[in-house]
C-alpha cells in the first residue's frame, strides 16, 4: 500500500529559528495537507494544496507541492514555544472534494526551546 | 469547519470487554471516517462509514471487531470488541470537507 515518510522523525530546536521537514511517496497523490497534533487533541489542518508546485503561506507557516507529486514541504519561520507539536502531512489521491481516503505520513515531532 | 464531538474522550477498559465510542457532528456529513492512533505513531484508517449503509473497512480491520453505526447523517459509533491490550490507542473521527478533513479530539482507550 502507500507510504508517506517524513523526515526528520523528531527536531529540537531553539525559539526564532526556522523549521524545515518533508514527506515523500512512492506514488503521486493529487491533494497535500498538513496537520499539527498537540497533546490530547485530534489533528488540526494547517494547510491544504491542491497543484503541483504550489506554494501556499498560512503565517510563519508555508508548505510546497512537490512538481513530481509525490512529495510536500512545510517550513516554520521564526518558531515559538506553542509550534510544538507532532506534524503529519496526508496525501489525497484526487483533489480536494470528498469521498477520498487520506494517506498520513509518519509524523515530525517539533520541541522548541527557549 | 466542522465541530466534531467525541466522548469519551478517555477510558480504561477490562480485557474481554467491550467500548463504543461515539461522534456527533453539528452539520450534516456524507461520510465519516474512523481512525486508529496507537502509541507514538501516525494514524490509520479503520473504515468508512456511510449513512445508510454498511462501513467499507480497510485491510486489517474487521467489522465483527469495530462494528461501526451511521443511523443519520450527524452521528456514528465505533465500537471496539473483546478488548485487548494491543488495543489500547487513541480513536479519533473524522469528516470530509472539501478543504481538507477535520478530526474529533479522540477517544484515548487503555485496556488493562
Known amino acids: 500500500g502507500q507510504q508517506l515518510n517524513q523526515s526528520p522523525q523528531s527536531m529540537f530546536i531553539q525559539e526564532g529559528e526556522d523549521v524545515s521537514m518533508n514527506c515523500t511517496s512512492s506514488?503521486?497523490?493529487?491533494?497535500w495537507l498538513w496537520y499539527k497534533q498537540e497533546p490530547g487533541e485530534g489533528p488540526v489542518l494547517l494547510i491544504a494544496?491542491?497543484?503541483?508546485?504550489e506554494l501556499t503561506s498560512n503565517g510563519r507557516l508555508t508548505a510546497q507541492f512537490g512538481i513530481t507529486r509525490k512529495d510536500s514541504f512545510l517550513n516554520i519561520s521564526a518558531s515559538i514555544p506553542s509550534d510544538v507539536g507532532i506534524y503529519f502531512c496526508?496525501?489525497?489521491?484526487?483533489?480536494?472534494?470528498?469521498?477520498?481516503?487520506?494517506?498520513f505520513g509518519t509524523g515530525t515531532r517539533l520541541q522548541v526551546t527557549l | 469547519s466542522a465541530v466534531i464531538s467525541q466522548k469519551p474522550s478517555r477510558d480504561i477498559c477490562q480485557r474481554g470487554t467491550s467500548l463504543t465510542i461515539q461522534c456527533q457532528v453539528d452539520?450534516?456529513?456524507?461520510?465519516m471516517f474512523w481512525y486508529r492512533q496507537q502509541p507514538g505513531q501516525s494514524l490509520t484508517l479503520i473504515a468508512t462509514a456511510n449513512q445508510g449503509s454498511e462501513a467499507t473497512y480497510e485491510s486489517g480491520f474487521v467489522i465483527d471487531k469495530f462494528p461501526i453505526s451511521r443511523p443519520n447523517l450527524t452521528f456514528s459509533t465505533l465500537t471496539v470488541s473483546n478488548m485487548s491490550p494491543e488495543d489500547s490507542s487513541i480513536y479519533l473521527c473524522?469528516?470530509?470537507?472539501?478543504?481538507?478533513?477535520?478530526f474529533g479530539s479522540g477517544t484515548r482507550l487503555t485496556v488493562v
Open positions: 473524522s469528516v470530509d470537507r472539501v478543504n481538507g478533513y477535520t
Open positions: 494544496l491542491y497543484k503541483a508546485g
Open positions: 496526508a496525501g489525497q489521491p484526487q483533489v480536494g472534494g470528498t469521498a477520498s481516503k487520506l494517506t
Open positions: 506514488s503521486i497523490f493529487n491533494t
Open positions: 452539520s450534516q456529513v456524507t461520510m
